[in-house]
């Protein structure tokens, strides 16, 4: 609804445009991943995942990270991404200078590009998702809702439509470290058996399961081939 309401904002008519949701893949949805190896120690740890532009907003995460170590000093961080722009490289030299302080040093780790995400993602004891501009819809957190991960995400484009703030997981300003680091240490103090991880898996698999995806399709196809022609 998001991108639905920039098209229409630029001009095009509100009856063209119809909003269907991404499928998640069969391979994620019924796959049984373990949790990456390489992730050890008492954490808790906390990652994100995405390409390291500043659209994505790593240095909110890193800013936030800071903050929870105060409380957490055993906290790992874990930034899973690989630069892809090249108008991106001072952007990522200035992740891994903040990642180099006194206060973050040792507490951050650069995957760069990993083929196992989901893996690295059921290490993880929270998730963040910290775009500081509107995204159409982030596949990041479809995939980690639907692997039951306890996930903020800024309140922003897509994300505020996919996550139910509260109940499936937790939504923040744009750009604000503190307000990342409350959410995210409400969700790392949730005792074990708290439901929002189940509650998100279970909306996301029921949305956005790739029949249902099919089925829009089909649904917007047959709307448009059984309208008559419009006569000038």
């Given at each position: 609804?998001?991108?639905?309401?920039?098209?229409?904002?630029?001009?095009?008519?509100?009856?063209?445009?119809?909003?269907l949701y991404?499928?998640?893949?069969?391979?994620?949805?019924?796959?049984?991943?373990?949790?990456?190896?390489?992730?050890?120690?008492?954490?808790?740890?906390?990652?994100?995942?995405?390409?390291?532009?500043?659209?994505?907003?790593?240095?909110?995460?890193?800013?936030?990270?800071?903050?929870?170590?105060?409380?957490?000093?055993?906290?790992?961080?874990?930034?899973?991404?690989?630069?892809?722009f090249e108008?991106?490289?001072?952007?990522?030299?200035?992740?891994?200078?903040?990642?180099?302080?006194?206060?973050?040093?040792?507490?951050?780790?650069?995957?760069?590009?990993?083929?196992?995400?989901?893996e690295w993602?059921?290490?993880?004891?929270?998730?963040?998702?910290?775009?500081?501009?509107?995204?159409?819809?982030?596949?990041?957190?479809?995939?980690?809702?639907?692997?039951?991960?306890?996930?903020?995400?800024?309140?922003?484009?897509?994300?505020?439509?996919?996550?139910?703030?509260?109940?499936?997981?937790?939504?923040?300003?744009?750009?604000?470290?503190?307000?990342?680091?409350?959410?995210?240490?409400?969700?790392?103090?949730?005792?074990?058996?708290?439901?929002?991880?189940?509650?998100?898996?279970?909306?996301?698999?029921?949305?956005?399961?790739?029949?249902?995806?099919?089925?829009?399709?089909?649904?917007?196809?047959?709307?448009?081939?059984?309208?008559?022609?419009?006569?000038?």
């Amino acid at each position: 609804e998001a991108a639905r309401d920039a098209i229409v904002s630029m001009g095009v008519p509100a009856r063209k445009v119809e909003v269907l949701y991404n499928g998640l893949s069969h391979n994620l949805l019924n796959g049984n991943f373990e949790p990456e190896p390489s992730v050890r120690g008492p954490g808790p740890h906390i990652g994100m995942v995405g390409h390291l532009y500043p659209l994505k907003g790593q240095v909110v995460f890193l800013k936030a990270a800071g903050m929870l170590l105060k409380n957490y000093p055993d906290a790992m961080f874990y930034i899973i991404g690989e630069r892809i722009f090249e108008d991106s490289e001072q952007y990522v030299r200035s992740l891994h200078a903040l990642a180099d302080t006194p206060e973050l040093k040792g507490h951050v780790v650069f995957t760069g590009y990993q083929s196992n995400v989901p893996e690295w993602m059921m290490a993880m004891d929270a998730i963040a998702m910290t775009s500081v501009l509107p995204e159409a819809l982030p596949t990041v957190c479809l995939e980690a809702m639907a692997l039951g991960k306890r996930l903020v995400g800024t309140n922003i484009g897509g994300t505020a439509e996919i996550i139910k703030h509260g109940e499936t997981g937790l939504l923040t300003p744009p750009g604000n470290p503190q307000a990342l680091a409350d959410a995210l240490r409400t969700l790392i103090e949730l005792p074990p058996d708290h439901p929002i991880g189940q509650k998100a898996s279970v909306d996301i698999r029921r949305r956005f399961h790739p029949e249902a995806f099919a089925e829009s399709i089909d649904s917007v196809y047959h709307e448009l081939t059984s309208v008559s022609p419009v006569k000038a």
